[in-house]
Each structure stands twice: as C-alpha cells, then as structure tokens.
Antibody
C-alpha cells in the first residue's frame, strides 16, 4: 500500500527555521518524483516544486525558488521541505504528493498535510 | 506561467443535480489537465487525469472532457459525498499551476 506520512503540525515564530518531512512507503522511493503543494487558509492549491529522489533533480516554481528548499534522503525514503527564515505569510497547510506519469503527469498519492503556523 | 481559471468559484446544487465545472488555461495545454476533489480538512484526491481518464475507484458519475484551453468536469447525478472542493491542474509546463478551486455546496 502506498503511503505518504507527513510530520506533525508546527508553530513557529517569524525568522525561525523549519524542516518538515514526508516519509514514503509502499513503492520505490527513488523511482518517482515527489512534490510539495501549499494551501493557505481558505485558498486554493499552489504547486511549489518537485524532486526526483533517485538523483535529487529538483524543480521549483519561480514563486518559491529561493524561499524554500526541497530535499530527499534515500536511506530513509523521506522527502523534506525547509525554510531558513519563516515569515507570517508562510502560514499554510503543506502537502507532499507523488508526481506520477501515467498518460499525463499528476499527483496520485498525497500525504495528510502538515499545518505550519508562523506567529509572533 | 500558465494561468488556470476555474468557474464558477462556488456553486450550490441539490442531490441528484447534474453539475459542470469549467477550467480554462491561458494557453493550450493539450490534454495535460487533472481534476482533484478535496473535502474539508483532508488532502486532495485524484479524480481525473489527462483530461478525461477516470482514476481507478472513482465513481462513473464523474467525467472530464476538453483539450487545448477549455476543460470541464461533470458530475452526472450529485451524491451527498460529492459536496466538496474541486481543483484543476495543468501539467503541460512548469510551474504546474492549479486553478483557484470551486466549492460545491448543498442548496
């Protein structure tokens, strides 16, 4: 069974750093892209970027390039999303999902989401 | 970036109704269009990929059509569990942008 299990909710202050995780099981971690999606409160979905854990090839949305870092650890089958200096505007739910090619590209399996709250 | 525009942003309908949600792309995206359903407090769920292909396990009352710049998601007969948010996404070119979402509510 394919599962993506994300780390728990975080409450941080502006300027703090943060790394959230997405642990994968049920398929070969290194053979599929994994992406991150932001959903701000009451808003739509935003594509942040994807990583191919096999070779760490990473693609970012221009909106998020330089604002976050996406990484992956093959030894633990875990993908990460990190911030070096959080802002209040980073408050959102963050989802990881497998980016799959099957007659087109799409997110076929999703994590449960990690709520990040940034407040002074 | 390719802009994806969904309409309507919200929709009220009754059980048994037929509803259609539209997604328009700012440029041609061929058939690289995906629809997701999202219930409150839950992660999105894949419904339709490549514009018209139903994901395994998704009820046949859901269907998708379109190519180029205009796409539709149709629910032929609304069921209580279908009241949710719906999102389209293009995978033609990065960044793989989403529409702003459509909230389907009970009338």
């Amino acid at each position: 069974e394919v599962q993506l299990v994300q780390s728990g909710a975080e409450v941080k202050k502006p300027g703090e750093s943060l790394k959230i995780s997405c642990k994968v099981s049920g398929y070969s971690f290194t053979s599929y892209w994994i992406g991150w999606v932001r959903q701000m409160p009451g808003k739509g979905l935003e594509w942040m970027g994807i990583i191919y854990p096999g070779d760490s090839d990473t693609r970012y949305s221009p909106s998020f390039q330089g604002q976050v870092t996406i990484s992956a650890d093959k030894s633990s089958s875990t993908a990460y999303l990190q911030w070096s200096s959080l802002k209040a505007s980073d408050t959102a739910m963050y989802y990881c999902a497998r980016w799959y090619q099957g007659g087109g590209w799409y997110f076929d399996y999703w994590g449960q989401g990690t709520l990040v709250t940034v407040s002074s | 970036d390719i802009q994806m525009t969904q309409s309507p942003s919200s929709l009220s309908a009754s059980v048994g109704d037929r509803v259609t949600i539209t997604c328009r792309a700012s440029q041609s995206i061929s058939s690289y269009l995906t629809w997701y359903q999202q219930k409150p407090g839950k992660a999105p769920k894949l419904l339709i990929y490549a514009a018209s292909n139903l994901e395994s396990g998704v009820p046949s009352r859901f269907s998708g059509s379109g190519s180029g710049t205009e796409f539709t998601l149709t629910i032929s007969s609304l069921q209580p569990e279908d009241f949710a948010g719906y999102h389209c996404q293009q995978s033609y070119s990065t960044p793989y942008t989403f529409g702003q979402g459509t909230k389907l509510e009970i009338k």
